[in-house]
């Protein structure tokens, strides 16, 4: 049974810095992508980084318009782990954080939701002004 445990998240003033993780346990998806998204309340989930394997030990990380500069992606694939470096928070990035994975590589359609095969419980970030 595949699961995703994400942790990390809590509150923050803006300005400050978070960092997520989320531990897959069950396969490994160091061939495919893995992703994070958020949810707002009141609106949809979005997507905000991946990272997707593209051939031998090459990687790609894709991110949201809205995020790129200040959150980075990464991932440890001998502990099965990405991470979410958050940095210069704001107020509007407040949400819960899923962590989502797919046996999908080569960055395929990596914004869409439906990409993802698995998914975790999600993490609450407040970033408080």
């Known amino acids: 049974q595949v699961q995703l445990v994400e942790s990390g998240g809590g509150l923050v003033q803006a300005g400050g810095s978070l960092k997520l993780s989320c531990a897959a346990s069950g396969r490994t998806f160091s061939t495919g992508t893995m992703g994070w998204f958020r949810q707002a309340p009141g609106k949809e989930r979005e997507f905000v980084a991946a990272?997707?394997?593209?051939?031998?030990?090459?990687?790609?990380?894709y991110y949201a318009d809205s995020v790129k500069g200040r959150f980075t992606i990464s991932r440890d694939n001998a502990k099965n782990t990405v991470y979410l470096q958050m940095n210069s928070l704001k107020p509007e990035d407040t949400a819960v954080y899923y962590c989502?994975?797919?046996?999908?590589?080569?960055?395929?359609?990596?914004?869409?939701?439906?990409?993802?095969?698995?998914w975790g419980q999600g993490t609450q970030v407040t970033v408080s002004s």
């Open positions: 989502a994975a797919t046996l999908k590589g080569g960055g395929y359609m990596y914004r869409d939701l439906k990409t993802y095969d698995y």
């Open positions: 990272i997707s394997w593209s051939g031998g030990n090459t990687y790609y990380a």
